[in-house]
């Protein structure tokens, strides 16, 4: 994760230094295509699943397969989530069928929300020494449709999320982001599969969100 981080501040060391020396803390921009690994926890140490995200923040398309390597579950998660269109999809690669439902809240964690509230500025690790630190931005806000609130940490430079930590009346999530690249291998996973074709679109209410994928 280190490196990959790295590269993309080289590339935008200017504006990151503009940014650290200002005052006006806007929510930043994720960058246009970030993959890696996420692992879904529970606050009490339960974990809940780990696999490989692709998240395109321009068409707002997320992907999330769950590593079966990392479980021992009898089912594994293969969610598409086209944001925008508001439709979610449940994909069973092994039986070629699919699910459909409406996802009518948007709110995720790959993305920093515009009314985030700035809270504090940190490095994770050494900032004295090269490479041994990780310079962070914490955010927090709150999600009123879902009556939650959230604590997220975002890189200062490239504004890739590090960790986010999600409370509601019904559920405590700790997200963890490893390995990210700010690039897509294959921009064939934001396309459903032609067996998804037809499939009727289920009707869910309107707090219906990412965060419910994911129970302890």
């Given at each position: 994760?280190m490196?990959?981080?790295?590269?993309?501040?080289?590339?935008?060391?200017?504006l990151?230094?503009?940014?650290?020396?200002?005052?006006?803390r806007?929510?930043?921009?994720?960058?246009?295509?970030t993959?890696?690994?996420?692992s879904?926890?529970?606050t009490?140490?339960?974990?809940i699943a780990?696999g490989?995200f692709n998240?395109?923040s321009?068409?707002?398309k997320l992907?999330?397969?769950?590593d079966?390597?990392?479980?021992h579950?009898?089912s594994?998660?293969?969610?598409?989530?086209?944001?925008e269109?508001?439709?979610?999809?449940?994909?069973?690669?092994?039986?070629e069928?699919c699910?459909k439902q409406?996802?009518?809240?948007?709110?995720h964690?790959?993305?920093?929300?515009?009314?985030?509230?700035?809270?504090s500025?940190?490095y994770?690790?050494s900032?004295s020494?090269?490479?041994?630190?990780?310079r962070?931005?914490?955010?927090n806000?709150k999600?009123p449709?879902?009556?939650?609130n959230?604590?997220?940490l975002?890189?200062s430079c490239?504004?890739l999320?590090?960790?986010y930590?999600?409370h509601s009346?019904?559920t405590?999530?700790y997200?963890?982001?490893?390995?990210v690249?700010t690039e897509?291998?294959?921009s064939h996973?934001f396309a459903?599969p032609t067996?998804?074709?037809?499939?009727a679109?289920?009707?869910?209410?309107d707090?219906?969100?990412?965060?419910?994928?994911?129970?302890?």
């Amino acid at each position: 994760m280190m490196h990959a981080i790295e590269l993309f501040c080289v590339v935008f060391l200017c504006l990151c230094a503009a940014t650290w020396a200002s005052t006006n803390r806007e929510p930043c921009q994720s960058p246009s295509m970030t993959s890696g690994t996420l692992s879904v926890s529970s606050t009490g140490g339960h974990d809940i699943a780990e696999g490989h995200f692709n998240y395109n923040s321009t068409a707002k398309k997320l992907r999330f397969v769950e590593d079966e390597s990392h479980s021992h579950k009898n089912s594994h998660m293969d969610v598409l989530i086209h944001f925008e269109e508001g439709v979610l999809y449940e994909i069973d690669s092994k039986n070629e069928s699919c699910k459909k439902q409406t996802l009518k809240y948007h709110r995720h964690p790959m993305e920093l929300p515009s009314d985030a509230h700035y809270e504090s500025e940190a490095y994770l690790g050494s900032s004295s020494k090269s490479e041994k630190g990780l310079r962070v931005i914490t955010w927090n806000g709150k999600l009123p449709d879902l009556h939650a609130n959230y604590t997220t940490l975002t890189t200062s430079c490239g504004c890739l999320t590090v960790s986010y930590c999600y409370h509601s009346e019904k559920t405590d999530l700790y997200f963890s982001f490893m390995n990210v690249e700010t690039e897509v291998d294959d921009s064939h996973v934001f396309a459903p599969p032609t067996y998804c074709d037809g499939v009727a679109l289920e009707d869910t209410p309107d707090d219906h969100s990412f965060f419910d994928l994911f129970h302890d």
